[in-house]
């Protein structure tokens, strides 16, 4: 069981240049998350969905795009990288949203992340 | 207040000593609370879920207090395993749906 797996692992990108992150889960969950880390700021979340065809941006949303074609898989594009988006990012699935009130304790499941690094 | 707030740490303990993290959030309409933990230049994985009533899960105890809008986790008989990040999560209602905010998490050292 694989749980979720992201792709690549490592990526050295330079400024201007465009890229996709996949995020694959095998856990039937509907809802799936991108987030970004950075020294100092904890986790924030950039886009997330609650289901197949839907998206809808978090906290950092600019910059980046994202489609969910298929339910397993989330996909977080940068049309034109730049150095402020050189980051650690994580996708997440959850079998809800956390704070639905039919399953308000279900946790988020994470990735290995991408260390993503723009020059 | 920040939505999320932790004391960064690092902690450095003895093994076997007892540690507390402690942890306040600002949205009082928060109605999930989670810890998680996160080794170095790894993901975060799930410790252990905060209700109400306080839960234990072996050597870990999390405690919530509503009222105050604190959190809390506290870790018996520490072990040099558990050295990590760990990080308080609380979700809230903002912009039309529930998120996760995470704290920027408190460092753990056990030190043989």
């Known amino acids: 069981n694989a749980g979720v797996t992201q792709t690549p692992k490592f990526r050295v990108l330079k400024t201007g240049q465009s890229m996709t992150l996949l995020c694959a889960q095998d856990?039937?969950?509907?809802?799936m998350y991108w987030y970004r880390q950075d020294p100092g700021m904890g986790l924030r979340l950039i886009h997330y969905s609650v289901g197949e065809g839907t998206t809808a941006k978090g906290e950092v949303p600019d910059g980046y795009n994202v489609s969910r074609l298929k339910k397993q898989n989330f996909l977080l594009g940068l049309e034109s990288a730049a150095p402020s988006q050189t980051s650690v990012y994580f996708c997440?699935?959850?079998?809800?949203?956390?704070?639905?009130?039919?399953?308000?304790?279900?946790?988020?499941?994470f990735g290995d992340g991408t260390r993503l690094s723009i020059l | 207040r920040k939505e999320v707030e932790q004391d960064p740490g690092p902690f450095n303990v003895p093994e076997g000593a007892t540690v507390a993290f402690n942890c306040t959030y600002s949205?009082?309409?928060?109605?999930?609370f989670f810890w998680y933990r996160q080794d170095c230049r790894k993901e975060p994985k799930l410790l252990m879920s905060v209700y109400s009533s306080g839960n234990e899960d072996g050597r870990f105890t999390a405690q919530l207090n509503r009222a105050s809008q604190y959190i809390s986790l506290l870790i018996r008989d520490s072990k040099l395993s558990d050295s990590a990040t760990y990080l308080c999560v609380v979700n809230g209602y903002r912009a039309g749906s529930y998120q996760l905010t995470f704290g920027k998490g408190t460092k753990l050292s056990v030190i043989p």
């Open positions: 949205n009082s309409a928060s109605q999930s």
């Open positions: 997440a699935s959850s079998y809800s949203r956390v704070g639905h009130h039919l399953n308000s304790n279900q946790p988020q499941h």
């Open positions: 856990m039937n969950h509907e809802y």
